[in-house]
């Protein structure tokens, strides 16, 4: 018997799954596993509820509610869609619970630690009227390097 990890994609939670998140992401994993299962063996498939990004903070915005209101409901949707659809994770969880925050802090101090990441300056766009910086998806416009439409993380 071998031992199989299977890490799927994290889907934002900011919106209803859709059928590119099912087929791109979801059921190859679910497929995957299924069959490891048949042969024998034993199958850890992980995943969850990205609850991090602009795709959450903008369906906020849109809706006049909080980012973790926005959150709660789509991670309790995709938990119901994926028992409809009869995927099942041996872990299914969220990037907001504590286990998860405990788990990257400390990937991330490892990784400082042996050198892969360091603290450094970069130049970011920011909104003095918002009092924020902005993410890529709050600056669309004109690249300066190719002149095609972009967004601030694009080109």
């Not at 850890?44 to 990205?50: A, E, Y």
């Not at 006049?64 to 209101?69: A, K, L, T, V, Y």
């Not at 630690?113 to 004109?142: M, S």
Request: proline share 4%.
């Amino acid at each position: 018997m071998e031992r199989i990890f299977i890490g799927v994609a994290w889907p934002y939670a900011n919106g209803s799954l859709h059928l590119g998140t099912l087929a791109g992401a979801l059921l190859p994993g679910d497929i995957f596993g299924r069959y490891q299962r048949m042969k024998g063996n034993e199958v850890l498939m992980v995943s969850g509820s990205d609850e991090h990004g602009t795709p959450i903070t903008i369906t906020a915005e849109k809706e006049g509610i909080s980012p973790q209101e926005v959150v709660d409901r789509y991670h309790a949707e995709h938990v119901q869609n994926l028992k409809d659809f009869g995927i099942q994770f041996e872990n299914f969880s969220r990037t907001t619970g504590d286990f998860h925050k405990k788990v990257v802090r400390e990937f991330i101090r490892t990784l400082h630690k042996n050198g892969y990441i360091y603290p450094r300056k970069v130049t970011a766009f920011y909104c003095e009227h918002c009092n924020r910086f902005l993410p890529d998806r709050y600056v669309e416009g004109t690249c300066s390097h190719c002149g095609g439409k972009a967004r601030g993380d694009q080109c």
